[in-house]
């Protein structure tokens, strides 16, 4: 069992630690666990394969997605009052069934290109099944939360994601790339917090259910 | 020389923000849409007499450069038209003079992010611009402060978000396609670098195609393909009008752009133009499908326009995944048609909003009455809209419909001609129901604006000379358009 195996299994359970989780502030707790996870990934990846430019990544990582954006959405929590549980449309132990089901899926999809021909020669290359499980577990958490904080939460999953897939298939995307993505992400995370926070002044809630008047 | 033009929107951008009078706004934001529009024509015509432009991270082509005029073309009629219409708004007290100095700077921002997008080399770059037109634009689209325009906003900037991770998936899959033949070279995901044919050849087959579907779906969601198109209608009618211009005509192409730099990418590799075609045309015809069925139910006049935008991007999808040289032509050509129409279509509705105060088609009536140049202009434009002779849309449709033909997908061609005929049935019935009848008594006559119809007719008079006479640069470029996709081979 090899360090990046191991930890790219903490990744994974730590996804699905946050369906499991039915409160919010734990949600948030668990995204930055899991980006820090993310973050000692690249950086067993950069000594590894002595990449130095990774170690930026990682650093960044660290800093942006296990610290600063848990601590803003905290903020937000907090000044807009979120009430604790995070409200599931479809019930916890229904999702952790479904999430089970996901893994699996994307072991199916893209197992044969892990253990098949010789197209990727990384040494990360088992964390690309594992990758696309968080992806599609984060997508599913958008779907089946009802808080708006649950689908930022539930994006910045994804993302988790796929930035783990990048480094599974080819150790990261070029640096001045992956520099743009983490500014895209930064400034997302702010407006959607910023709607947030309109949302939760027009409607006196966070509840995306009510989002309703819009329909054909 | 292209980091100058990009240059262009963000000064203009920052040199709105400190300004606090209206006009002053105006002459800033208007002037950085005229330079623009100059310096992108330069370009274009650069690109045209002396061939592709390749700075390193930058990258303009002659299919860049084309939809960098349509970009910069109907970004100045939209502020020119942004003007009148937030100028009237502001005189009515419904914004403030701050919302309109932001309104102004996150336009000329929403304009630097798609001209961002059209000339990236690199597709990462390219990824990150598209989302970056998102994040511009979702204050945009909830520009006002209403409870539906913040529930369109979110919405759009939500799934529009997801759709756009999935794409970038996608594109680490081809960048994970290229990686074992390329190295980790940042220049592996450069389009001039991939699409060297050797290169091409030594692509990982079944990564590319995992990739492409990503994508599809991905960048397919700003698009507005249906199944994926649920933001598209709510973001489109409660956006200012001049914003929903810009997101039907230009934001929805510089997706589709991203999607056909993909396509070419496939076409030319080992999996051959069968696959990514298949898909384009699947959606496409989804998209038209969905599209008809809603414009036939429709209620709100602006919706009914968003629905109409899904029908002519499934339009175009359809053409480039029929492909052939006519089809391809007639989708490209689509492309500027389908912008210019809808732009005017879209001033028309803005018109009869700030009339009528009302965005119900049933509480529109003797619109020829009550606004005699415009009803003309949506009248024209309606039926440009759904592919009338003489205009240019008929043409661009009918090139589609006989490439199915010469192509042998008669299924294909039978499908599309059936809901093109619900369209048309449906779009005019509704058009016919604003313009005709008698309006109530608490209707002022007369026009609102009196630069307005002059842009419109613009407009309309340029998709009716389109339809007549196909200038020799714009056929030369579109053939040479269509020879990328196919392979050099016309």
């Known amino acids: 069992m090899n360090l990046i195996d191991s930890l790219a299994a903490v990744f994974l359970l730590l996804a699905i630690l946050s369906v499991a989780s039915g409160r919010v502030i734990s949600l948030v707790r668990l995204f930055s666990l899991q980006s820090v996870v993310l973050g000692l990934i690249a950086a067993a990846v950069a000594a590894m394969t002595d990449a130095e430019h990774i170690y930026v990544v990682a650093a960044l990582t660290i800093v942006l997605k296990g610290v600063v954006m848990p601590w803003g959405l905290r903020y937000v929590i907090d000044k807009i009052g979120v009430k604790k549980d995070v409200e599931p449309i479809v019930p916890l132990p229904a999702s952790l069934l479904i999430c089970a089901v996901l893994t699996v899926l994307s072991f199916y999809i893209v197992q044969p290109f892990v253990t098949g021909h010789e197209v990727l020669g990384t040494i990360t290359k088992n964390c690309l099944p594992i990758s696309l499980a968080v992806v599609f577990i984060g997508f599913f958490m958008m779907i089946a939360r009802k808080k708006a904080l649950t689908q930022v939460i539930g994006l910045l999953l994804m993302e988790n994601g796929l930035f783990l897939a990048a480094y599974a298939v080819a150790y990261g995307m070029p640096l001045v790339v992956e520099l743009g993505v983490f500014f895209d992400i930064l400034v997302a995370a702010l407006i959607m917090g910023v709607l947030a926070f309109r949302i939760n002044r027009t409607f006196d809630s966070v509840d995306t259910t009510i989002l309703r008047r819009l329909h054909d | ?490």
């Open chain 2, 1 to 490: 020389m292209i980091e100058l033009l990009l240059l262009v929107p963000l000064v203009a951008t920052f040199l709105c923000y400190p300004l606090r009078r209206r006009r002053a706004v105006e002459i800033v934001s208007l002037s950085g849409s005229l330079v623009t529009m100059a310096a992108v024509a330069y370009l274009a015509y650069r690109v045209y007499t002396g061939g592709t432009i390749d700075e390193g991270l930058l990258y303009v082509d002659i299919l860049s450069a084309y939809v960098l005029l349509l970009i910069a073309f109907v970004g100045l009629m939209a502020n020119l038209y942004s003007v009148s219409y937030l100028g009237r708004e502001l005189e009515e007290g419904a914004i403030s003079e701050v919302k309109l100095r932001n309104f102004h700077l996150f336009f000329q921002m929403f304009i630097f992010t798609m001209v961002l997008v059209a000339v990236s080399d690199n597709l990462g770059i390219m990824w990150i611009a598209i989302e970056g037109t998102t994040l511009a634009s979702a204050y945009l689209v909830g520009f006002y402060d209403r409870a539906t325009s913040v529930e369109a906003a979110w919405k759009y900037l939500i799934i529009c978000s997801v759709g756009i991770t999935l794409a970038l998936l996608g594109t680490v899959l081809l960048y994970a396609s290229s990686v074992s033949f390329l190295g980790e070279a940042s220049d592996a995901l450069s389009w001039s670098t991939l699409m060297d044919p050797q290169v091409l050849a030594n692509l990982d087959v079944n990564l590319l195609r995992i990739a492409f579907i990503f994508v599809l779906v991905g960048y397919g969601t700003k698009v507005g393909l249906a199944p994926m198109h649920t933001w598209l209608p709510d973001a489109h009618s409660q956006a200012p009008t001049p914003v929903s211009a810009l997101l039907s005509a230009v934001l929805l192409n510089c997706a589709m752009y991203g999607i056909l730099r993909f396509h070419l990418i496939l076409s030319g590799s080992a999996v051959g133009p069968g696959f990514s075609s298949g898909l384009l045309l699947l959606f496409g015809i989804l998209s038209l499908a969905t599209a008809a069925a809603f414009i036939v139910l429709s209620k709100d006049y602006k919706r009914m326009l968003a629905y109409s935008s899904i029908e002519h991007m499934g339009i175009i999808a359809v053409g480039f995944g029929i492909g052939g040289p006519l089809a391809i032509m007639g989708a490209l050509f689509h492309m500027l048609n389908h912008a210019l129409t809808k732009t005017l279509l879209f001033f028309g509705a803005g018109n009869v909003l700030q009339r009528y105060g009302t965005r119900e088609i049933a509480g529109v009536k003797g619109l020829a009455t009550v606004m005699p140049a415009t009803a003309v202009l949506v009248a024209g434009g309606a039926l440009a809209i759904v592919g009338c002779p003489p205009f240019a849309t008929f043409l661009s449709e009918f090139m589609i419909l006989a490439g199915a033909i010469d192509g042998g997908d008669l299924l294909a061609a039978a499908v599309y001609l059936g809901l093109l005929a619900v369209v048309f049935a449906a779009f005019l019935y509704h058009a016919g129901r604003t313009l005709f009848g008698n309006a109530g008594p608490e209707v002022e006559h007369g026009e609102v604006g009196r630069w307005r119809p002059v842009l419109m007719a613009v407009l309309l008079v340029a998709v009716m000379v389109l339809g007549l006479y196909m200038p020799e640069v714009l056929e030369e470029a579109l053939e040479r358009m269509a020879s990328l996709f196919t392979g050099g081979s016309l």
